[in-house]
């Protein structure tokens, strides 16, 4: 059975930094590419980055050069640092996998998911 946990969710001040951390127990067949996702209050769930293993990695434009998405393979862990946060950048964040990123940059969303981890942005 497939399990995604997240962690390192907080509360933080405008400009600050945060590091989520998604583990992944469990085979997922397939390429494995993985992704994060996030949902503000009273907003429809966006895309926010993703990596393949070989560490090709696309990002929104919102978090492009503040974001970076990393995947330890052997742990299996995909992580996101996240510096110089904005009251905006405040959701539930959430980790996806088992999806797949075309060569065009877009990742197709996996059948996994985390539970979400809270990220909140005081300004």
């Known amino acids: 059975q497939v399990q995604l946990v997240e962690s390192g969710g907080g509360l933080v001040q405008a400009g600050g930094s945060l590091r989520l951390s998604c583990a992944v127990s469990?085979?997922?067949?397939?390429?494995?590419?993985m992704a994060w996702y996030r949902r503000a209050p009273g907003k429809q769930r966006e895309f926010v980055t993703g990596?393949?293993?070989?560490?090709?990695?696309t990002y929104a434009p919102s978090v492009k050069g503040r974001f970076t998405i990393s995947k330890d393979n052997a742990k299996n862990t995909a992580y996101l640092q996240m510096n110089f946060l904005q009251p905006e950048d405040t959701a539930v964040y959430y980790c996806?996998?088992?999806?797949?990123?075309?060569?065009?940059?877009?990742?197709?969303?996996?059948?996994?998911w985390g539970q979400g981890t809270q990220v909140t942005v005081s300004s």
């Open positions: 996806n996998a088992g999806g797949t990123m075309d060569p065009q940059g877009r990742y197709w969303v996996g059948h996994y």
């Open positions: 990596i393949t293993n070989a560490a090709r990695t």
């Open positions: 469990g085979t997922i067949p397939g390429d494995n590419d």
